[in-house]
């Protein structure tokens, strides 16, 4: 394989070191390779020479990732407490830190002006100012914008057009300005464009956004230190979709910043993990259908929710050793949840599945463990961290005792 390949494939994994992860530590199992998450990183570094690059720690923030991606030289962006909490846990210093509010609950605000006081918090409201204020804080401000322009993976995830996030574009010299007025430090402009970039016609959305943020910046009545044009670069899911095109993405953010005097900021998420990442599952039961064969797992919509929630796509692989000497069937990937849509992956040509298989699902690093969660009393599963060739244990599966531990 070339040295820092734009993409890994799930065919690239090796189906025996899967297989033995998966006998050493059980299933469902979350891979997670570090090496690979400092090769993504390394990619847009070079690809933005000039930028600081803050993780998004929602993607996933597993301590192993974010020590990783802290050595390699990235800052963290987080989106709420908990977040800032982790963050800071990982080793990150409170002014490495950008506190994306998005209508933060009081508990949060308090919690990270306590232990991050020199953190940026990024606000995408009036209110957020306020209430700052009223805290005392006079620190370090930036303001998120509302561009009005999206794009993304699903419309669900076209955040730049979503009014929720951000201050209007064109209110936002005015909120900025009374920000200067109290006293804050106003030392930056945000706005992101969604998740999941990958096309020419989502690289001239981001384009567009960063536009956009670049007359607000030109404007704004304060001394700005950065612009942050957000993250949303994206990967690949499907077989047939090419790498991000990241020259493209340097070249549009560049281009719209031209004449503005003020660091560049980016905060990827997904492109730093997604492909350095799979999720491994057992199948447990083989049901005929008139349809699909049901290939039933032991990983479902509690363990990966995207395609349950987006319709996202997933690429499937058997491990199965003799995978490639069975005949190929239409198979329905289904989870063990109460839902109807517990289907992790629908109508797939895999070898046709025996109980004991074991599958891979591609792609998984990314919002994966991350939003795992514990419907049906299912218990979130284990982690596994490969760096350097060497496996370990990153995160215990949740046992019973999980479920039962925060009732009182
Ligand atoms: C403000 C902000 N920055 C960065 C990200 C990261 O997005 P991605 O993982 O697509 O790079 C998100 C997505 O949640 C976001 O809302
Ligand atoms: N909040 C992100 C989207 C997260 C999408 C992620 N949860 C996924 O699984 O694709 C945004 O504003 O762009």
Not at 64 to 72: G, P, S
Not at 343 to 359: F, H, S, Y
């Amino acid at each position: 394989m070339t040295r820092n390949p734009a993409v890994r494939r799930l065919a690239d994994w090796s189906p025996g070191d899967l297989r033995d992860l998966a006998a050493e530590y059980g299933t469902p199992l979350y891979v997670q390779d570090l090496d690979r998450v400092r090769e993504n990183y390394e990619r847009v570094a070079a690809a933005f020479p000039d930028a600081r690059i803050h993780y998004a720690v929602k993607a996933n923030a597993g301590r192993a990732v974010l020590r990783a991606l802290r050595e390699a030289g990235a800052g963290a962006e987080c989106a709420s407490a908990g977040e800032v909490y982790r963050a800071l846990d990982a080793g990150f210093e409170p002014s490495e830190i950008h506190y994306t509010a998005v209508n933060p609950p009081a508990r949060d605000l308090d919690y990270v002006l306590d232990a991050a006081p020199d953190a940026t918090f990024v606000v995408g409201a009036r209110d957020t100012v306020d209430r700052l204020a009223e805290r005392g804080f006079a620190g370090r401000l930036a303001v998120r914008v509302h561009p009005g322009v999206g794009a993304g993976h699903s419309e669900a995830v076209a955040t730049g057009a979503d009014a929720k996030f951000g201050v209007p574009h064109d209110e936002a010299a005015a909120v900025i300005g009374d920000a200067v007025d109290r006293g804050f430090d106003v030392v930056g402009v945000h706005a992101h464009v969604g998740s999941g970039m990958l096309t020419d016609d989502d690289v001239a959305a981001h384009r567009e956004v960063v536009e956009r943020l670049a007359a607000v910046a030109r404007n704004a009545p304060a001394d700005l230190e950065f612009v942050d044009a957000g993250g949303g670069f994206g990967v690949p899911y499907r077989p047939d979709e090419e790498p991000l095109d990241l020259g493209s993405v340097a070249d549009a953010t560049r281009t719209a910043l031209a004449d503005v005097d003020a660091d560049l900021v980016l905060e990827p998420g997904r492109y730093f993990v997604a492909d350095a990442g799979v999720l491994l599952t057992e199948v447990n039961t083989v049901k005929p259908t008139d349809g699909a064969t049901l290939a039933g797992v032991d990983a479902g919509m509690t363990t990966l929710l995207r395609p349950a929630l987006y319709g996202a796509h997933h690429e499937v692989r058997s491990l199965a050793p003799d995978a490639a000497d069975r005949d190929t069937d239409a198979v329905d990937v289904v989870g063990p949840i109460c839902e109807s849509t517990d289907v992790l992956a629908e109508d797939r040509r895999l070898p046709a599945p025996e109980r004991g298989d074991l599958l891979a699902v591609g792609n998984a690093g990314a919002y994966g463990v991350e939003m795992s969660f514990q419907y049906n009393s299912r218990q979130r599963p284990a982690v596994v961290a490969l760096d350097g060739g060497e496996d370990s244990l990153a995160r215990e599966r949740d046992g019973f005792d999980s479920l039962t531990a925060p009732e009182r």
